[in-house]
T-cell receptor
Framework: EDKVVQSPLSLVVHEGDTVTLNCSYE??????LLWYKQEKKAPTFLFML????IEKKSGRLSSILDKKELSSILNITATQTGDSAIYLC??????????FGTGTRLKVLA | ETGVTQSPTHLIKTRGQQVTLRCSSQ?????VSWYQQALGQGPQFIFQ???????GRGNFPPRFSGLQFPNYSSELNVNALELDDSALYLC????????????FGQGTRLTVV
């Protein structure tokens, strides 16, 4: 059965810290790995990764996919209180199905 | 903010009743997927609609059904509601294709009492 596992489940850091969120996947016919940020309700798209070893960056956030290890990491540098959210990782199987992990709940203290 | 809109935002229903949730996809997107997110869990795939046809289904019973309309908007219908159906229901729209990301609406919070 397809599954995505995220770690840690929750994390509390102080502003300015750097955090690394982990995602491992076992997805049949794997196509891509996506990261979303969920603050209240709507998950907001962050990154889509399809090729191994290529880093995607947006400001203080970056992510990389390791197809050999079936994993991905999401890095956030110089964290701010506005980064507090649940970060969801999803693997895609074929063209339609996203398999989500449980998420990592990040809390950034001022 | 995405262009995906869902209605209603909140809903309270009694066990055994039926409910219809609605979703308008982002402009230009022809594919709509529905997810159920229970408290403390990640979203679980219910089904996807593409060109008004069901294009894939997750492990949900037949009392979960859907529709997609010619303008690509969609409905999720749930019959014979159970307490465990209480969750956030998320709609996501995307362009059909292998490497396209989905954009989510704000969701409908359904409470079954």
């Amino acid at each position: 059965e397809d599954k995505v596992v995220q770690s840690p489940l929750s994390l509390v850091v102080h502003e300015g810290d750097t955090v690394t969120l982990n995602c491992s996947y076992e997805v049949t016919n794997f196509r891509s790995l996506l990261w979303y940020k969920q603050e209240k309700k709507a998950p907001t798209f962050l990154f889509m990764l399809t090729s191994s070893g290529i880093e995607k960056k947006s400001g203080r956030l970056s992510s990389i996919l390791d197809k050999k290890e079936l994993s991905s990491i999401l890095n956030i540098t110089a964290t701010q209180t506005g980064d507090s959210a649940i970060y969801l990782c999803a693997g895609t199987s074929g063209t339609y199905k996203y398999i989500f992990g449980t998420g990592t709940r990040l809390k950034v203290l001022a | 903010e995405t262009g995906v809109t869902q209605s209603p935002t909140h809903l309270i229903k009694t066990r055994g009743q039926q409910v219809t949730l609605r979703c308008s996809s982002q402009s230009g997107h022809n594919t709509v997927s529905w997810y159920q997110q229970a408290l403390g869990q990640g979203p679980q795939f219910i089904f996807q609609y593409y060109r008004e046809e069901e294009n894939g289904r997750g492990n949900f019973p037949p009392r979960f059904s859907g529709l997609q309309f010619p303008n690509y908007s969609s409905e999720l219908n749930v019959n014979a509601l159970e307490l465990d159906d209480s969750a956030l229901y998320l709609c996501a729209s995307s362009l059909e294709g292998q490497y396209t990301e989905a954009f989510f609406g704000q969701g409908t919070r359904l409470t079954v009492v």
